[in-house]
């Protein structure tokens, strides 16, 4: 194939993370923001889960008809997947707090906007 | 081939989901980049968090996302 | 038993008290009794633990367990897996154990106003306190950088808990401010660390040192410098430093007293904790110290600048807090032994006197309910002996004889003019003098000149609790003060093996 899969995977996740970054600063909208961080999130997992990838290799499971050099030397990296697996319950979770502090924000000030809501007031 | 794909449709579903002006229909196009990430993640050689990035990913953050603006409002205010 | 648990249990405990006081609701007794005892245990446990090191599942490096490695073909064998650290390791030594010592102390005395200012003590903020101690702790004893990333996560979900658990008017908007940009900084964070994992193939920070000092990578890559610029941007954010002093201190001034001293002992210890492992990463590389000693002078002259401004005293406490986070950083970017140990000592003072400031001020907050210094005064004849104390941690924050900041002043001093810029000390003596000015400014409206007519004083009386931790903080500043080889001689080991 011309084009590597890993290359373009890694472009995939630098342009979500991009996305993403420029979303949570630059909408002003306190749910784009937050849909801009889960982009981030899903950015960065597929940044990690690209970099564990081998091409032409196998899945990371030890089946009893391998051999362990040979599983060694064709199986991808799993501690990135490991580290993924965390950052997906991490994301979420903060995620779910975020949302919650939005819609008590939303109740006091009948507004989603966030230069309305997190204007610094001089206190 | 078919990863091409789903990276195309990751990336230009985040930025679809990002212009609506209907926050409930950006909150559901949020699954897209998730389940195509899902995908993508099951083509790396990642199949157990390809499982679970399906049901975080496609599932639950637009439905909380979905929750959150059925509680509050639908659409963006002008600024 | 292998005494080495105790390292384990130094974060466990604080979390299982934590996941337990969180069922508890409305048994307002029961929520006492535990987070005391809990409280009481924490600061006990480091004194008690030998050093050493914890594997996690006990995965011990092959090599120091041969029958692991009993039928692996050499491939594995035969290369460096074989001394590498499998599991998730927590390393526990003499600097650590003070660190940790001062964090429980500060925890404890933290739940005990806590549990004696409040009628109805909620079992949730004591959950939300002992979850940002155990992930502090875990931060600092871990030398696993991804068991370090997740601890990182829950510690900043437990401060915006601590912030929103306030009930001080504008506080969501702090909170949802501040992890906003936490989950900004958090996904950088991570990423840094795993193009660390990519390039060394580890995320245990011993065996990425190995890889880089044995020449596995260059480590001149770019790649490289980019990891450290993402961990770097992360350490900003968890410390407080800036860009993050506005909101770090808006965050402070957000809590309730007790909170914020707890806040910001939080913010002191990450900082140590992942400026640690930075300097042992990046060392070699100059940059990084240019970089550290940058960003402490910013935070320094910002910090201590816009505190002169305020007039909400819990406001010009945070970023005096943020002000005084400069000096360490500069002990830990001038790379020599006797700064980084400089550093660390001034990281153990401050954690002590600002959390005295906080819980000293906070009495102002209980007798009152107000922060705005313009409609404050008289307070000195409502309470002089609380008072005097407050006067004497604004002296001791400021570095004046024989209180325990003057000593690690001293040796900052001293440090920056051995490593040969004078110009670092000139600079600190300066702001020094600044931070005593803005001190006794806020200290004589609030105390000293006329009460203003429409000034309410409550009618309730400072619990004994609230004088006694006072008093506590007092004597352990004028201990390290007096005596400053007791915390210098724990501290010099780690800062020796980092240079």
């Keep these: ?123 | ?79 | 038993m292998d005494m080495n648990v105790l390292i384990a249990v130094m974060v466990i405990l604080p979390i299982a008290s934590a996941l337990f006081l969180n069922l508890l609701h409305k048994k307002d007794r029961t929520i006492k009794i535990i987070a005391i005892i809990t409280a009481i245990v924490l600061p006990i446990i480091p004194l008690l633990t030998p050093y050493g090191s914890h594997f996690f599942g006990g995965y011990v490096p092959l090599a120091q367990d041969p029958s692991l490695a009993q039928g692996l073909p050499a491939l594995i064998t035969g290369s460096q897996l074989f001394q590498f650290h499998l599991g998730i390791m927590y390393v526990f030594s003499s600097a650590k154990q003070l660190m940790i010592f001062i964090l429980g102390l500060i925890t404890f005395f933290a739940i005990f106003t806590f549990i004696n200012e409040s009628k109805r003590p909620s079992g949730v903020y004591a959950f939300l306190m002992f979850m940002g101690t155990a992930s502090v702790s875990a931060i600092l004893l871990s030398d696993d950088i991804f068991n370090l990333f997740v601890f990182f996560e829950i510690a900043a979900l437990a401060q915006v808990g601590i912030v929103i658990a306030s009930g001080i008017k504008n506080n969501y908007e702090t909170a949802l401010k501040y992890i906003l940009l936490g989950n900004i900084a958090g996904p950088l964070l991570l990423l840094g660390i795993v193009m660390l994992l990519g390039i060394t193939g580890n995320v245990n920070v011993t065996d990425m040192i190995f890889t880089l000092k044995n020449g596995y990578v260059n480590p001149q890559s770019p790649e490289l410098l980019i990891a450290l610029a993402l961990i770097v941007f992360g350490w900003l954010y968890a410390s407080g430093l800036p860009p993050f002093h506005t909101i770090k201190s808006a965050v402070y001034s957000k809590a309730l007293p007790h909170g914020s001293a707890l806040l910001q002992a939080f913010s002191v210890f990450t900082m140590v904790a992942i400026g640690i492992i930075i300097i042992r990463l990046f060392s070699y590389n100059p940059f990084t110290n240019i970089a550290i000693i940058g960003i402490s002078l910013i935070a320094m002259i910002l910090g201590i600048t816009m505190a002169i401004v305020q007039t909400d005293y819990k406001r010009i406490l945070g970023y005096l807090a943020v002000g005084e986070l400069g000096y360490i950083g500069i002990g830990l970017g001038l790379g020599t032994a006797f700064g980084i140990t400089a550093g660390l000592f001034q990281a153990v003072n401050e954690a002590v006197i600002t959390a005295f400031l906080f819980i000293g001020f906070g009495t102002i907050l209980y007798k009152t309910r107000i922060s705005d210094t313009r409609k404050l005064g008289g307070m000195m004849y409502v309470n002089p002996k609380v008072a005097l104390l407050v006067l004497l941690a604004g002296l001791a924050m400021a570095g004046v004889p024989p209180l325990n900041a003057f000593q690690s002043k001293l040796m900052l001093i001293q440090a920056s003019i051995q490593s040969g810029l004078p110009e670092l000390g000139i600079i600190m003596i300066l702001l020094s003098i600044v931070t005593f000015m803005t001190f006794m400014k806020a200290f004589y409206t609030i105390y000293m000149r006329p009460k203003p007519k429409e000034l309410e004083v409550l009618d309730n009386t400072i619990p004994r609790s609230t004088v006694i931790s006072l008093v506590v903080f007092l004597i352990v500043c004028l201990t390290l003060g007096l005596f400053p080889e007791i915390a210098t001689n724990s501290l010099q080991t780690l800062a020796a093996g980092l240079v």
């Excluded at chain 1, 890993?6 to 420029?22: H, K, P």
């Excluded at chain 1, 306190?30 to 981030?40: D, E, N, R, S, W």
């Excluded at chain 1, 032409?56 to 990135?80: C, E, K, R, W």
């Design chain 1, 1 to 123: 194939m011309v084009i590597d899969s890993q290359l373009m995977s890694f472009f995939t996740a630098g342009s979500l993370i991009v996305i993403g970054i420029f979303a949570a600063l630059f909408l002003d909208n306190l749910i784009k923001k937050i849909i801009g961080l889960a982009f981030l999130g899903d950015g960065v997992n597929l940044f990690i889960i690209t970099m564990g990838y081998k091409p032409g290799g196998i899945v990371y499971i030890f089946l009893p008809d391998m051999t362990i050099s040979n599983f060694a030397q064709t199986a991808a990296y799993p501690l990135p997947f490991a580290l993924v697996l965390t950052n997906i319950v991490i994301g979420a979770s903060t995620l779910a707090v975020i949302l919650g502090l939005v819609m008590v924000l939303n109740k006091r000030h009948g507004s989603l906007s966030a230069a309305k809501i997190l204007r610094d007031k001089g206190e």
């Design chain 2, 1 to 79: 081939m078919i990863e091409y794909i789903l990276m195309i449709t990751t990336v230009l579903g985040a930025i679809i989901a990002l212009m609506q002006r209907d926050l409930l229909k950006a909150a559901i196009l949020t699954g897209i980049p998730g389940i195509s990430t899902a995908f993508l993640f099951q083509f790396l050689l990642a199949p157990d968090v390809a499982l679970t990035q399906a049901i975080v990913g496609s599932a639950i953050v637009p439905v909380f996302v979905a929750l959150t603006v059925l509680k509050t409002r639908r659409t963006e205010e002008e600024s």
